[in-house]
């Protein structure tokens, strides 16, 4: 069973630009979240989609969106990009919805640069 | 509010001789825990979990954690480390009975194993 895949692996961007990140799923898993890692604040949960709907939201500004699709792979988006969103960006996906006790797969996550 | 603390930023063992990895937690009701390991440049890989049950919870790579309740502590140990545990490692926590979907990490421990 393939494992949970992201793209890009790397990107660099500039002040101002917006990012689509993408990430898709181990087959059959609804639950998608997404979590910011830095050295400073380490790991930061974004927000967790289940089949489609959004769960539960970190506390990220309004910048920092997402969506998921019927095949359950998701999309996260930040617009106006600030110097401080360079991170490691990790997709994680669940079989079932974060309010049990199944544990999460992660993909290799994207390094986002921003110039 | 569920939180989860690894006091120590990095632990040093030499190869051969046994590990820990100190995870404390803290929530409202029961919890579920997690461990997840990180090579560099890689997404989390998940190691164990303690649910419910005996609290000695065995996991991947011949690692296994000690769920103490009246410490609320879950760490995770090892008999003997090889240099290949060398990583960083993250313990995770959730509230049983939280209706926020949502698992706290805690700012990971490096581990380094000397030859």
């Known amino acids: 069973k393939a494992g949970v895949t992201q793209t890009p692996r790397y990107l660099i961007k500039t002040r101002g630009q917006q990012v689509t990140l993408s990430c898709s799923p181990i087959?059959?898993?609804?639950?998608v979240s997404w979590y910011q890692q830095t050295p400073g604040q380490g790991l930061q949960f974004l927000f967790e989609y289940f089949s489609e709907t959004q769960r539960n939201k970190g506390n990220f500004p309004g910048r920092f969106s997402g969506r998921q699709f019927s095949n359950s792979r998701s999309e996260m988006n930040v617009s106006t990009l600030e110097l401080g969103d360079s991170a490691l960006y990790l997709c994680?996906?669940?079989?079932?919805?974060?309010?049990?006790?199944?544990?999460?797969?992660f993909g290799p996550g994207t390094r986002l640069t921003v110039l | 509010a569920q939180s989860v603390a690894q006091p120590e930023d990095q632990v040093n063992v030499a190869e051969g001789n046994p590990l820990t990895v100190k995870c404390t937690y803290s929530?409202?009701?029961?919890?579920?825990l997690f461990w997840y390991v990180q090579y560099p440049n890689r997404g989390l890989q998940f190691l164990l979990k303690?649910?419910?049950?005996?609290?000695l919870v065995k996991g991947s790579y011949g690692f296994e954690a000690e769920f103490n309740k009246s410490q609320t502590s879950f760490h995770l140990k090892k008999p003997s480390a090889l240099v290949s545990d060398s990583a960083l490692y993250f313990c995770a926590v959730r509230d049983v009975y939280s209706s926020a979907s949502k698992i706290i990490f805690g700012s990971g421990t490096r581990l380094s194993i000397r030859p």
């Open positions: 303690y649910i419910t049950g005996d609290n």
């Open positions: 087959s059959g898993h609804r639950s």
């Open positions: 929530v409202s009701g029961n919890p579920y």
């Open positions: 994680a996906s669940s079989f079932t919805d974060l309010s049990s006790y199944n544990e999460q797969f």
